[in-house]
T-cell receptor, first 113, second 117 residues
Framework: SQQGEEDPQALSIQEGENATMNCSYKTSINNLQWYRQNSGRGLVHLILIRSNEREKHSGRLRVTLDTSKKSSSLLITASRAADTASYFC?????????????FGKGTKLSVIP | GAVVSQHPSRVICKSGTSVKIECRSL??????MFWYRQFPKKSLMLMAT?????????EQGVEKDKFLINHASLTLSTLTVTSAHPEDSSFYIC?????????????FGPGTRLTVT
């Protein structure tokens, strides 16, 4: 199965700055999603972008998808200390059964007040 | 919004015993639930796909006799770690997909921290 790869693995920024995380994958996909995980907790869905979309916004989040490069980026603008968490991309691809998702390794974001 | 609960949130057990973890969708029905395992500072690894009323589909390398999955209703799936060993210590997370959803979004439980001594 394919696996998304996020970079950077860890990112530390000051409150108010923007945070950009990238995700790459290896095979064709149907959709790409971004999830957030606070330490020791479950995942929270942030945003889904379909393979025929190039950009999507949700509040302070902006996601882009470049299927030719098999990559996506997640931008968090005007970051807050509460944004500190790990962020994962997840992909589903044609042929995957039962809507299975494959998760990347994640980017750990630290926002310093 | 869609809520998924897991119980227990933490469990410590002795080597050789079995542990059951419950995953419930609280305000929606889920024909499909997923069980993941997450090692410290690592990504989620899909263990199995649980389908209501049928046998679970296990990922390669996951022992189905060790990790028993039962999905008896549209709102409940259970994972039983049988004859647990210290190497089974991990964070187990379930997720569920809304039966009526057209998207691939999954709703995740808060996770269960299993420690085998």
């Amino acid at each position: 199965s394919q696996q998304g790869e996020e970079d950077p693995q860890a990112l530390s920024i000051q409150e108010g700055e923007n945070a950009t995380m990238n995700c790459s994958y290896k095979t064709s996909i149907n959709n790409l999603q971004w999830y957030r995980q606070n330490s020791g907790r479950g995942l929270v869905h942030l945003i889904l972008i379909r393979s025929n979309e190039r950009e999507k916004h949700s509040g302070r989040l902006r996601v882009t998808l470049d299927t030719s490069k098999k990559s996506s980026s997640l931008l968090i603008t005007a970051s807050r200390a509460a944004d500190t968490a790990s962020y994962f991309c997840a992909t589903d691809f044609p042929g995957a059964g039962s809507y299975q998702l494959t998760f990347g390794k994640g980017t750990k974001l630290s926002v310093i007040p | 919004g869609a809520v998924v609960s897991q119980h227990p949130s933490r469990v410590i057990c002795k080597s050789g015993t079995s542990v059951k973890i419950e995953c419930r969708s609280l305000d929606f029905q889920a024909t499909t639930m997923f069980w993941y395992r997450q090692f410290p500072k690592k990504s989620l690894m899909l263990m199995a796909t649980s389908n209501e009323g049928s046998k679970a589909t296990y990922e390669q390398g996951v022992e189905k006799d060790k990790f028993l999955i039962n999905h008896a209703s549209l709102t409940l799936s259970t994972l039983t770690v049988t004859s647990a060993h210290p190497e089974d210590s991990s964070f187990y997370i379930c997720s569920a997909r809304d039966i009526g959803a057209l998207s691939y979004e999954q709703y995740f439980g808060p996770g269960t921290r299993l420690t085998v001594t």
